[in-house]
């Protein structure tokens, strides 16, 4: 009986119906893929064609098969009563990774769990040993937490949560769960166990590394790198909700400028527009974008505007995209996916006639007004209820293919700048998926409140997110929702979130200021209303000159962020990284979850508890490098806890050095 097969470079197994295969996919990595009553498609959600494989050994036995690629060895043994086969994946040592669950006959366990759902696809459950480790990764998630070990995760996109199914392990592995449907992951004391609600097949890619950076490098090379980072991505970027009109906006730039303040990007946020989804200014309260674009970059600014995805009913592009298929359709009920201002429905991302009818109005509006950066809101899609069963995409059920959404939104902007000639698009997302890096998108962690626990779980968030290859990320410095400018306790969290914002991919300011202020149109009639003043000088006498330090600060390493944009770009290295991703040997790293490394260079110790004015830190160990406070020039060698002051206008960072 021939239990296994090998198709060019791939090993394939077969038994009771089930088809599994595995392929050496990119340096020292593979792809495993298993499908049941059917062939293998070879779905491209977010791995790209891998390099031809060199020295690949597929060795065939009796009942076992194993495939090595490079630095990773994939053993296939059949347990059990029905001789499944159950996977073990082996480093360079011949240590082992990861390894399916067994069968344990009596048991019957299967590891690859296919669930019909009657007259369609799969409920698929996946499960592996678990194993002493750490695991990091996953994207963004709202919880004060690093290593999920021990945490259940919902795969699916919310508002402030970004699912991107990669991580990177303590064990010396890097994992991409390859299935963009709506499901679940739980890292297990007892064992890892990956759902997707509906699907066809198994689809997942596992890679082997001696460092987290090698991890991170095999991962880019598998699902693309990010484009180079753009000069205006170095600085400083203003927001507010909203800039309501043109002379508005001017005259904060003018005001920066007036004040000697560098500022790279100043931001027009949402409902500029007449209707969603007409996608061009609002003629009334911006009357030449052109005129207005042509100034701001004299002053060395560059202007992004905010497009949303959704179409509103009354929008004058609504009709047509409805007759030509474009909106996402709704599997019951009324037409309607978010109900805001207007009622209205995204255009389907998936659908390449959708991105390409919604960038040539974008072209046509913006980009030939001279707008060259894009804020893409409402990525995820922010559904009403989030409801993901109702809701279809040319690709498919949401249930099948949602998590997708945010991906194909950063492409229709990112093809239609390429297209247009423009080097390295980066825009800013809501929300992302694996490969969305390759895509430009910087993402930025949502809607969430302006409270320290909010600020604390930035922090995790954005190095969960480098470590699932998404390396352009930033917050709204001093969160979205609920700062009251005059507020002195507002105030400080707001210079402390300042701080980290400087040592952060991107530093952008940005909220929905209290109290805010009414806006009408010349006939009287009201429309949204915008916040409160959001910029430098807002904020009082105290914190001014703290905040103008810290924006000089930021332009003070702008050769140095440039080159940390370059290894992302290059290598698919994160920006901000955790002390383990840096420090891997040494054991106090793993836990550290309230201070990092920008770079390799910067330690980085937020202070994020009102009141605070110390901080304790630890020194990691390391040869031959000693750490030399940034403010103070005082010195203190590795290996040790030290405690430093944190006066309000002062967040520790240390600069590793080397001896000479």
Same mark, same amino acid.
């Given at each position: 009986?021939?239990?296994?097969?090998?198709?060019?470079?791939?090993?394939?197994?077969?038994?009771?119906?089930?088809?599994?295969?595995?392929?050496?996919?990119?340096?020292?990595?593979?792809?495993?893929?298993?499908?049941?009553?059917?062939?293998?498609?070879?779905?491209?959600?977010?791995?790209?064609?891998?390099?031809?494989?060199?020295?690949?050994?597929?060795?065939?036995?009796? &009942?076992?098969?194993?495939?090595?690629?490079?630095?990773?060895?994939?053993?296939?043994?059949?347990?059990?009563?029905?001789?499944?086969?159950?996977?073990?994946?082996?480093?360079?040592?011949?240590?082992?990774?990861?390894? &399916?669950?067994?069968?344990?006959?009596?048991?019957?366990?299967?590891?690859?769990?296919?669930?019909?759902?009657?007259?369609?696809?799969?409920?698929?459950?996946?499960?592996?040993?678990?194993?002493?480790?750490?695991?990091?990764?996953?994207?963004?998630?709202?919880?004060?937490?690093?290593?999920?070990?021990?945490?259940?995760?919902?795969?699916?996109?919310?508002?402030?949560?970004?699912?991107?199914?990669?991580?990177?392990?303590?064990?010396?592995?890097?994992?991409?769960?390859?299935? @963009?449907?709506?499901?679940?992951?739980?890292?297990?004391?007892?064992?890892?166990?990956?759902?997707?609600?509906?699907?066809?097949?198994?689809?997942?890619?596992?890679?082997?590394?001696?460092?987290?950076?090698?991890?991170?490098?095999?991962?880019?090379?598998?699902?693309?790198?990010?484009?180079?980072?753009?000069?205006?991505?170095? #600085?400083?970027?203003?927001?507010?909700?909203?800039?309501?009109?043109?002379?508005?906006?001017?005259?904060?730039?003018?005001?920066?400028?007036?004040?000697?303040?560098?500022?790279?990007?100043?931001?027009?946020?949402?409902?500029?527009?007449?209707?969603?989804?007409?996608?061009?200014?609002?003629?009334?309260?911006?009357?030449?974008?052109?005129?207005?674009?042509?100034?701001?970059?004299?002053?060395?600014?560059?202007?992004?505007?905010?497009?949303?995805?959704?179409?509103?009913?009354?929008?004058?592009?609504?009709?047509?995209?409805?007759?030509?298929?474009?909106?996402?359709?709704?599997?019951?009920?009324?037409?309607?996916?978010?109900?805001?201002?207007?009622?209205?429905?995204?255009?389907?991302?998936?659908?390449?006639?959708?991105?390409?009818?919604?960038?040539?109005?974008?072209?046509?509006?913006?980009?030939?007004?001279?707008?060259?950066?894009?804020?893409?809101?409402?990525?995820?899609?922010?559904?009403?209820?989030?409801?993901?069963?109702?809701?279809?995409?040319?690709?498919?059920?949401?249930?099948?293919?949602?998590?997708?959404?945010?991906?194909?939104?950063?492409?229709?902007?990112?093809? #239609?700048?390429?297209?247009?000639?423009?080097?390295?698009?980066?825009?800013?997302?809501?929300?992302?998926?694996?490969?969305?890096?390759?895509?430009?998108?910087?993402?930025?962690?949502?809607?969430?409140?302006?409270?320290?626990?909010?600020?604390?779980?930035?922090?995790?968030?954005?190095?969960?997110?480098?470590?699932?290859?998404?390396?352009?990320?930033?917050?709204?410095? #001093?969160?979205?929702?609920?700062?009251?400018?005059?507020?002195?306790?507002?105030?400080?969290?707001?210079?402390?979130?300042?701080?980290?914002?400087?040592?952060?991919?991107?530093?952008?300011?940005?909220?929905?200021?209290?109290?805010?202020?009414?806006?009408?149109?010349?006939?009287?009639?009201?429309?949204? @209303?915008? #916040?409160?003043?959001?910029?430098?000088?807002?904020?009082?006498?105290?914190?001014?000159?703290?905040?103008?330090?810290?924006?000089?600060?930021?332009?003070?390493?702008?050769?140095?962020?440039?080159?940390?944009?370059?290894?992302?770009?290059?290598?698919?290295?994160?920006?901000?990284?955790?002390?383990?991703?840096?420090?891997?040997?040494?054991?106090?790293?793993?836990?550290?979850?309230?201070?990092?490394?920008?770079?390799?260079?910067?330690?980085?110790?937020?202070?994020?508890?009102?009141?605070?004015?110390?901080?304790?830190?630890?020194?990691?160990?390391?040869?031959?490098?000693?750490?030399?406070?940034?403010?103070?020039?005082?010195?203190?060698?590795?290996?040790?806890?030290?405690?430093?002051?944190?006066?309000?206008?002062?967040?520790?960072?240390?600069?590793?050095?080397?001896?000479?």
């Amino acid at each position: 009986m021939e239990w296994f097969q090998r198709e060019n470079n791939a090993l394939i197994w077969r038994n009771r119906g089930e088809t599994l295969k595995i392929t050496p996919w990119g340096e020292d990595s593979v792809r495993v893929q298993s499908v049941l009553m059917g062939e293998i498609e070879d779905t491209r959600y977010a791995l790209l064609e891998p390099a031809e494989a060199e020295n690949v050994e597929i060795l065939i036995g009796e &009942e076992e098969a194993t495939l090595k690629n490079g630095g990773i060895t994939v053993h296939v043994g059949m347990d059990g009563w029905h001789h499944d086969a159950c996977l073990t994946f082996l480093n360079s040592r011949g240590e082992v990774l990861l390894r &399916e669950t067994n069968p344990s006959n009596a048991l019957s366990l299967r590891s690859r769990k296919f669930e019909p759902h009657l007259g369609g696809d799969f409920r698929l459950t996946v499960t592996f040993e678990a194993g002493e480790e750490s695991i990091f990764g996953m994207g963004q998630y709202q919880e004060d937490i690093l290593d999920w070990k021990g945490c259940t995760l919902e795969l699916a996109h919310r508002n402030s949560q970004a699912s991107v199914p990669f991580y990177i392990s303590t064990r010396g592995y890097g994992f991409l769960w390859h299935n @963009p449907a709506i499901g679940q992951v739980s890292f297990g004391l007892n064992r890892t166990t990956w759902q997707a609600d509906y699907t066809r097949q198994m689809d997942y890619w596992v890679t082997a590394g001696d460092t987290p950076s090698d991890i991170s490098r095999h991962y880019a090379q598998a699902t693309g790198f990010a484009p180079m980072m753009p000069e205006y991505g170095l #600085g400083f970027w203003q927001c507010k909700l909203r800039y309501w009109n043109q002379k508005q906006l001017l005259e904060v730039a003018r005001e920066y400028k007036r004040r000697g303040l560098k500022v790279d990007v100043i931001v027009c946020d949402f409902f500029h527009w007449p209707r969603m989804g007409d996608y061009r200014f609002d003629p009334e309260f911006f009357p030449d974008p052109a005129a207005m674009v042509k100034e701001l970059k004299e002053m060395g600014i560059e202007l992004m505007v905010s497009v949303w995805p959704q179409v509103s009913l009354n929008s004058e592009n609504y009709a047509e995209m409805l007759q030509q298929g474009l909106l996402v359709r709704a599997e019951y009920g009324e037409q309607i996916g978010m109900r805001f201002v207007e009622d209205s429905m995204f255009f389907d991302a998936t659908n390449p006639r959708a991105r390409s009818y919604v960038w040539e109005k974008v072209r046509k509006n913006y980009y030939d007004a001279g707008i060259r950066i894009f804020w893409l809101d409402e990525a995820e899609p922010e559904y009403g209820t989030y409801d993901f069963k109702n809701y279809r995409y040319h690709l498919g059920s949401n249930q099948r293919i949602g998590n997708i959404y945010p991906q194909m939104y950063a492409r229709t902007f990112y093809d #239609g700048m390429r297209a247009a000639g423009q080097e390295n698009p980066v825009n800013l997302l809501r929300c992302a998926w694996a490969g969305s890096q390759r895509y430009g998108a910087l993402v930025w962690s949502g809607d969430i409140m302006s409270r320290w626990e909010d600020f604390r779980r930035q922090v995790c968030a954005g190095l969960n997110m480098g470590m699932a290859g998404i390396p352009w990320w930033t917050t709204d410095i #001093g969160g979205f929702h609920g700062g009251v400018v005059d507020d002195p306790d507002f105030r400080e969290l707001l210079i402390r979130w300042f701080q980290y914002g400087a040592y952060c991919p991107v530093m952008r300011l940005h909220g929905d200021r209290r109290p805010g202020e009414t806006v009408r149109r010349a006939d009287g009639t009201q429309v949204l @209303p915008s #916040g409160g003043p959001n910029e430098v000088w807002s904020y009082g006498e105290e914190a001014y000159p703290i905040l103008v330090k810290y924006m000089k600060r930021r332009e003070e390493m702008r050769d140095y962020v440039r080159d940390l944009m370059r290894e992302a770009h290059e290598n698919g290295t994160p920006l901000i990284r955790s002390m383990w991703y840096v420090f891997p040997e040494d054991e106090t790293c793993r836990d550290l979850r309230d201070q990092y490394m920008f770079g390799n260079r910067y330690l980085v110790a937020p202070v994020m508890e009102k009141g605070q004015r110390e901080r304790k830190i630890y020194l990691p160990k390391e040869r031959a490098a000693y750490y030399a406070n940034v403010d103070t020039g005082e010195v203190y060698e590795a290996g040790q806890w030290i405690t430093l002051p944190a006066p309000l206008d002062t967040m520790p960072v240390l600069e590793k050095k080397p001896f000479m």
